[in-house]
């Protein structure tokens, strides 16, 4: 009997893109980001990726002491793998960024491999009545670079080296691939890199299928099988990219992180509800899903 390939599910629950007045089902509070990873994971989420956030305002927080409020408690309660992100929310510093992974030294912790400009205005249109001045103005904001320069990867690779924490790298172009390229060159990244290729981000990538095809393609050939790859489709695409995927080899992320829908003009209730859509897609393709520990066995984690 033929073992099937185990997909690894990422969701991603809350993040620093979407803001509260979008959905009502958006956790901000640590109770709530907690609730959402626990659920994720019993769903079939290998990992959790996790951004923290101001519980009155649901501004992006990425301060140790907001992390601290839920890492416990999700650690005592589930055995899943914890991703802490580095990308913050992209008016923060390099600084503020890296500090939870310095700090709590997790497993996984995002990297972003470029800067970019990083368009949110697209979701005025779509999400009218913003409660709070500071959505508007965050989304407005058509000047937003999300910065990622050599020397800002550098930092956070050098600050986290001690760690044994691994890297998801999250690649919004092409370019970033090649940046990855040349840090594994440099020694600075060891195999099997846990590449997140970005789809559908205004200012990255589109989320055609030609896209889709050319960054594994363009992976394919700057890593051959040193590396693990994975999807991610922002807003109403999420699904149909993670299928692709799926169905080319790849591991996929969801989670109100990168996208507020369950289906057309229908707003997820939870998390759990993305990763099961997208559990049954990998178990319809005839794959299995990686439990946390497969994930870190796939992924050479610390454990
Ligand atoms: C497109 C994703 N929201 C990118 C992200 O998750 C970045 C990070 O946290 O470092
Ligand atoms: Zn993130």
């Not at 997909?7 to 979407?18: D, E, S």
Request: hydrophobic share 40%.
């Amino acid at each position: 009997m033929a073992t099937k390939r185990k997909v690894i599910i990422t969701c991603a629950v809350t993040g620093a893109i979407h803001t509260p007045s979008m959905s009502p089902y958006l956790p901000v509070t640590p109770e709530e980001i907690t609730e959402a990873a626990i659920g994720a994971a019993e769903a079939g989420a290998a990992i959790v990726h996790l951004h923290a956030r101001d519980p009155e305002t649901g501004q992006p927080d990425q301060s140790p002491e907001a992390f601290a409020k839920f890492l416990p408690v999700i650690k005592q309660r589930s055995n899943v793998v914890v991703n802490l992100t580095t990308g913050g929310a992209p008016t923060m510093t390099i600084q503020e960024r890296v500090r939870p992974a310095a700090t709590f030294r997790p497993e996984v912790a995002s990297l972003n491999l470029g800067s970019m400009n990083f368009g949110l205005f697209g979701m005025l249109n779509r999400f009218k009545d913003l409660k709070h001045q500071w959505e508007r103005d965050y989304l407005g904001n058509k000047d937003i670079i999300f910065r990622n320069s050599f020397g800002d990867i550098e930092h956070i690779l050098t600050t986290c080296a001690g760690n044994d924490t691994r890297f998801e790298f999250e690649c919004y172009d092409t370019a970033h691939l090649y940046n990855l390229k040349y840090f594994h060159d440099q020694g600075l990244v060891k195999a099997p890199l846990f590449i997140q290729t970005v789809f559908g981000l205004q200012g990255g990538i589109g989320n055609h299928p030609e896209d889709v095809l050319h960054m594994k393609r363009t992976a394919d050939r700057l890593f051959g099988d040193s590396y693990q790859w994975s999807v991610l489709g922002a807003g109403r695409h999420q699904l149909s990219i993670a299928a692709m995927a799926a169905a080319m080899g790849g591991n996929v992320r969801v989670g109100l992180e990168d996208s507020l829908w369950a289906g057309p003009g229908r707003l997820a209730q939870t998390n759990a509800e993305q990763v099961r859509a997208a559990r049954q897609i990998i178990e319809g393709l005839g794959l299995e899903v990686a439990t946390p520990d497969e994930a870190r066995e796939i992924l050479s984690l610390k454990g």
